[in-house]
């Protein structure tokens, strides 16, 4: 592939990994005086369907953004279990995008698996904050899409998988700023709550409107 400069950066990408949901690759790069070197991507992407081969900005997961319909000064959040850290880290709910879904779709399917939590997408607000972003691309081609909308119902571990370990919460503005303060918690669940500490229970979702 080259870009638009006309300055071939790669030669020949190589599949090491053959896994389900997450891949390894390795990368014959070429720095900008033209010399090699290894580089390595992980992706979640099917190796006919890499980015850097289709050009192509494709959704693999969502984040979701529920705010409490019975009390909208809250909102949900979940405490789980990250192997990678041997640790806990507090999050939005999320996770992929099953083949044919939608983002809203999978957003719905999602946090009843994850909080037995019905969710209610809401549809307005400008639709290019619904686009897939990158999470880091300095490592990975995968991509995000924020859905937002309302959280009812009741708490439910029945729907998640044996690998999850996952403790609900609702949280208000006060707790929002101590765990920003204070606790471990992913970056796209921290610009959220920045967010949402901003927010207008009223509106709760008037930030949308740029």
Not at 54 to 80: A, F, H, K
Not at 138 to 149: A, K, N, Q
């Amino acid at each position: 592939m080259e870009e638009k400069n006309g300055t071939k950066k790669y030669t020949v990408v190589r599949k090491l990994t053959d896994n389900q949901f997450l891949n390894l690759y390795e990368m014959d790069a070429l720095t900008n005086t033209g010399e090699a070197f290894h580089y390595y991507f992980a992706t979640r992407n099917k190796q006919d369907a890499l980015p850097l081969y289709t050009g192509n900005l494709c959704s693999n997961g969502i984040v979701i953004y529920p705010i409490w319909q019975e009390d909208t000064e809250n909102i949900v959040m979940i405490r789980q279990y990250r192997y990678p850290l041997d640790a806990w880290i507090y999050e939005l709910p999320a996770g992929l995008i099953d083949e044919g879904e939608t983002a809203s779709q999978a957003a719905v399917r999602e946090m009843k698996e994850e909080t037995g939590f019905d969710f209610t997408p809401y549809e307005g607000g400008n639709p290019a904050l619904r686009r897939p972003f990158f999470l880091g691309a300095g490592m990975t081609d995968e991509t995000s899409t924020s859905v937002f909308g309302y959280a009812s119902g009741a708490v439910s571990g029945k729907f998640r998988e044996d690998t999850e370990s996952i403790e609900v919460l609702l949280v208000d503005k006060e707790e929002a700023r101590r765990i920003l303060r204070e606790e471990r918690i992913s970056l796209r669940g921290a610009f959220l709550l920045m967010e949402f500490l901003k927010m207008d229970g009223e509106d709760p979702f008037a930030f949308l409107d740029i």
